[in-house]
């Protein structure tokens, strides 16, 4: 295992929210047709380079960007900090854990100012920022609303080798654990964390990386997610589904997992839970819980272990992909007899199983 990662002497940043993500895609045109056409999602501002755009509830300038490129892969994962002082205490913590940082006053991307960039510990590339440029929040456009409309950035899941050197990273950026997967042995094998009072602003799902296993927006209601699927269908694009919809048994959200034109996993998402009192307990699962991915007990497809995007240096060079040592999640949960349990040895009664995986 790689050596932990030191505590810095200076203030971590005081960060706000998961605010924005930034991904390579290579077909500008066709992924536009997905995230506006399909998924709904607001044009902001847009060239032949790229495209910003923002779900209903949002003020800030943009939420996503396609940015087109030779390579899908993710550029940036941004979050807003509190103050424009806390840019420069990001700045700082990350020189002095030794990590590559790049400044710009005039910020990354359009209707963001000066953010700092950092290639951070885990290999993952991270934004700071504060100064950006409002915009008309559409809470009240019920003109444009649509029946599987996005309204908010949920969260970040990125896939690390090493989850409990990312967990001690993250807690010591200021980020709180809601929930984690374990074993018996002790083995971490996913983390919840947040900043902002839902249940994560970003998650650690052990695996081969540094990779963004999803990028997640929130509806209101789970009907908007069943109107997704139900377009995604009349569209003939249901290939594009990859699981769901269903209900997390972590976090307690209603899901749905689906594939843009590169690969990129977007989760749909809503109806998880209140995490902002300063003693909100952890809830642990049992990695062999099988409700724990889904709380109807059905198995998670095989490629939602395995399949993530890469993700860029400073560069916009791919970072190369680490494999993880510790056993995964699927390798323990779906033996050779395809069978996991749904419920613990309780009070004498048999252990409840449920079909895994089968051919």
Known sequence: ????????????????????????????????????????????????????????????????????????????????VRSPAEVDAAEAYYRELGCRTERRAGGFTRGVGDSVRVEDPLGFPYEFFYDVEHVERLTQRYDLYSAGELVRLDHFNQVTPDVPRGRAYLEDLGFRV?????????????????????????????????????????????????????????????????????????????????????????????????TGDPDNPTITWDVHDNQRRDWWGNAVVPSWYSEASLVLDLDGTPQPVVAREDRSEMAVTVGADGFSYTRRHDGGTAEGFKLGTQL
């Open 178 to 274: 809601s929930e984690d997967i374990q074993d018996s042995d002790g083995v971490t094998y996913a983390v919840w964390m947040h900043r902002k009072q839902t249940v994560h602003d970003t998650a650690l799902t052990g695996g081969n990386g540094p990779r963004m296993h999803h990028v997640a927006f929130a509806t209101h209601e789970k009907h908007n997610i069943i109107q997704i699927c139900d377009k995604m269908g009349a569209l003939r694009i249901s290939d594009r589904i990859e699981r769901g919809p269903g209900r997390h048994g972590v976090s307690n959200a209603f899901y749905l997992y689906i594939l843009d034109p590169d690969g990129h996993r977007i989760e749909i998402y809503c109806q998880d839970y209140y």
């Open 1 to 80: 295992m790689a050596q932990p990662i030191p505590t810095p002497s200076v203030p971590a940043p005081d960060i706000v929210r998961c605010a924005y993500m930034e991904i390579v895609v290579t077909d500008l045109a066709r992924s536009r047709q997905f995230y506006v056409d399909v998924l709904g999602l607001h044009v902001t501002e847009e060239d032949d380079e790229a495209i910003y755009l923002r779900s209903l509830e949002e003020f800030i300038h943009h939420n996503l960007v396609l940015r087109k490129g030779p390579v899908a892969a993710v550029a940036a994962f941004a979050y807003r």
